[in-house]
C-alpha cells in the first residue's frame, strides 16, 4: 500500500519531530524556568511571543518565516554570515521552522510544572547546601517530570502533525523537506486518495496513541502525587 | 522594679555568639487577615540580637511579628537591605558580603512538611549526607535514626507518611548535614495536639545529644517553656525582650501572649528522691522543689514550668495543708490593670522569680505591695514537667 | 446578536426579491487566474445585474470539493484533465466545457538582468535553487519540467528544486528571494502587458505543450442565469482583453 515516498516522508517526519523535540527540550526548559520565575516585566511580552504559534495560522508563521529566513531577512543574512546559506528548503529549516511552530506546546507545560513546584523546594534544597545548577537539575527536573511527560509527547505529535510552515518553506524535496502531511496533501492533490486514506489513517491512530500515552501518564503521575 | 527590667547580656565569650542585625522592609503582600495593626501596607523588621551559641534559643512572638522573617534573614532566604550576621565569628552578610543560603553551614526544618515529594525518606536523608561538608559516619546516622524514631519508615515516600513521620525525617535530614546552627521555623504548628506530643520528646532529646545551637520560632508559650533555654521576643518587628526563658517569663511588663498560661520555667537539679511516693527534689535557684519524679537522675538537671494560676500565696505558714511546696517571697511588682478583676504579681523567690495569678480582691485583702513578704504554695501535681 | 442575524436576513432577502433577474455566482478560481479575474468580475458586475463572489485556491482541492457537493456554480480550471473528469462523472451541464485561457510559461527572477533570452545562468548552473509548481499536481510543474527536459538540462537542474504546490507558492519563493529563479505563469509576473520586476524569459511555446485551461458550468448552476451569462463573458471583448494583457493567450 505504502509507496517508497511514502515511506521516506514518514521516515523524514519522524526524524523531524524527534530533532525538533529534542532541542525544543533544551531551548523550552530555560525558557520555562525564566518564565515561571521571572518578576520582570518582560514575563507578559515574553509569554505572548511564545505563544504566538498557538493563535497564528501557521501559513502567516511560514509566511514571515520564509521572508526572515530568505538572504534578506534576517535570520537569513545572519546564517549566511555564518556561512551556512539560507535555511528555507533544507531540513534544517524545517527544524528551525517547526521549533518556532512548536515552542508553546513545549514551553507552556513546563512552565505550568515548574510554578506548580513553587519556591519551597528550592529553598528546602539551598538550607541542603545545593547551588543553583544542582537545585535545579536534582530538584526542578525531577519535579516537573509530568510537565517534561507532557511537553515533549505534545511537541513531538504536534511537530508530526506540522503542515503549513512546512508548505511554506519547504519546497516539497524528497528526503528533505517532504514530510507526511505534504505527501498525504499531494496524494489528495493528484487524486491520488487511496494513497492518501493509507497515509491519513496511520497518522490518525498514531496520532491517537499519543494522546492516549498522555492521558495514561497523566493520569498515573497525578496518583503518584 | 530595679533589676527586672534590664535585659541582661547573655554571658558568651567574644566571637563564640550569633550576632544578627537586620533592617528589611516588606510591603504586606501576604494574607488579608495578618493582623499588624500599626501598619497593615507594609512591614518592618528592625531588629538586633546577640544569641548563645549554645542550647535552644526561642525566636517567640505573635503571628505577624517577624518571627520567621528574622529566621529566613539569618538563613539568607531573605535579604535584607541593611544587614550584618555573625555565626562563631564567620561573617554571613554584611555591607560587603552575602553569602548565600547553599553556602551557610546551617540546618533548616520548615513549618510545613519539605520532604522532597520525588524521594523516599531514605533518599531525603541521602540527599543531606551527600552534600555535607563534613564527612557523614555510619554512628552519627544510626544515632540520628534511632533518635528520631524512623528506621522503619524510610522507605516510604513522603505522601505515604503522616505528618509527624515527615516532621521527624525533615529534622533528621537537617541534623544529617551537620549543621552549626540549626534554625526551626515552628516545626510543630501544622501538627495536630497528639502529633505534637509525639515529636516534643524528639526535640527534648535533641539538644541533649547533639552540640548544635538551635533557634526555634515559635508562638506557643508552650513549646518555649518546655523546649528553650533563651528567648528572644519579638512585637511588630522589634525585639522586645531577650534573655533566659526564665528571666523573660517572669516578667509581667512584657507584651507576652499569657493569658491562663502564664508561668514561669526554673531549671534545678536533681538532689533527693523519695521511692515510696515517687517524689523527687529539685533545688532551683528560686529554692527546692518537690515534684513527681519520672525516673530522674541523681544530679540530673531537669526543667519545670509552674503556671501562675498554680501559685497561691499565704501570710503565715500553713502546716496544716496538702501543699508540699512552701517558698518565701517578696513581691517584686503587681501588675497594674485596674480593669480587670485579676492580676498576676511577680515574686522574688530566692534568685529567682515567680509568677501568681490572683483575683484583685484577693490582692487587696492580703495588702499585697511591692516588698511584701509572704508565702508562695506550689501544688506538686500542678508542676509541668 | 440574533437581532442583528434577523435583520441582515431580512435586508438580504428584500433585496434578492427587489433584483428578480439577479443571480449569485460562486466562481471556483484556479490561483494562476486570480489576478486576472478578479478584474473580470468587476467588470461583469457593472455590466450586468449578477453578483460574483470568487474563491481562490488549487484546482485538485476544488475538484475533491466539487465531487463532494461544494456550492460553486462556475470552476475555472488550470488545466484541462479536471473538467474533463468532472464531465465524464456527470457534474456539469453537457457540453458548457470550453478553454477560456492558455497559460504562458515565463522563467523569473527578481534580479534584474539576472535571466536573458540565452537562459545563461540556468544554464551555468548560476543559482541556488529553481522554483517550480510540483508537475505532480499542477500544469505549470508539467510544463516546467518540459521545458528542462527539452532544454536537456533537466538532470543537471533537478537537484536545485524546490516546488511549489501550486503556481502562487512557487511565485512566493522566488518573489521573496529565497529562489534566485523559478518558472512561473506570465500572468504573475505581469501588469497591463508588461513585467515590473526583475528579468524575465517567456518561454518559446514550442517547447511545452499548451497550458489549456478549461471553464466548466457545474449542473448546480442549472438555473443560474448569472453564472450562463459569467461564462458568456469570458468570451467577450472586454474580458478577452483582460485575459491577454496577464499574459495569456485566447483561442
Redesign the interface.
Known sequence: MLTEADLAAIWLTLKLATTVTALLLVIGTPIAWWLARTRSWLKAPVGAIVALPLVLPPTVLG?YL??A????GFIGEFTQQLGL??L??TFSGLVVGSVFYSLPFVVQPLQNAMQAIGE??M??????????W??FF??VL??A?PGFITATILGFAHTMGEFGVV??IG???PDQTRVVS?QI??H????EYAQAHTLAGIMVIFSFAVLLALYGSQRKTSLW? | MDKINEVPLLKQKQGEDIHARFLLQRSNSGPANSFNPTNSSMFTLDVEVNIASKGITAIFGQSGSGKTTLLRCIAGLEQAESGHLTVNGDVWQSEKVFLPTHKRPLGYVFQESSLFAHLTGQGNLAYAIKRSDVASSKALYDQVITLMGIESILQRYPNQLSGGERQRIAIARALLIQPRLLLMDEPLASLDFARKQEILPYLEKLQSSFDIPILYVSHSMDEVARLADQVVLLQHGKVMAQGSTSEVFSRIDLPLPMGNDASVVWQGKVVERDKQWHLARVACAGGDLWVHDVNDEMGEYVRVRILARDVSLTLTYHEDSSILNRLLVKVAEIESDDNNAEALVQLRAGNDYLLAHLTRRSIDHLQLKQGSRLWAQIKSVAIVR | MKLLKGVMMLTLGFSISSTVLADVVHVAVASNFTAAMKDIAAQFEKDSEHTVILSFGSSGKFFAQIQNGAPFEVFLSADQAKPIALEKAGFIVPNSRFTYATGTLALWSTKADFVDKNYTNLKKGNFNKLALANPKLAPYGVAAEEVLTALNLKNSTQPKWVMGENISQTYQFVATDNADLGFVALSQIMDNGIVTKGSSWIIPSELYSPIRQDAVLLKTAQNNDGAKALLKYLHSDTAQHIIYDYGYKTE
Open positions: 509566511f520564509l521572508i529566513m530568505g538572504p534578506n546559506g539560507t528555507p528548503f519551597r523546594p529553598e528546602v534544597a539551598a538550607t541542603l547546601r545545593a547551588g543553583p544542582d537545585r536534582t530538584v525531577p519535579l517530570r508548505l511554506m519546497g516539497n524535496i505534504v496533501y499531494d489528495v492533490e493528484a487524486l502525587s
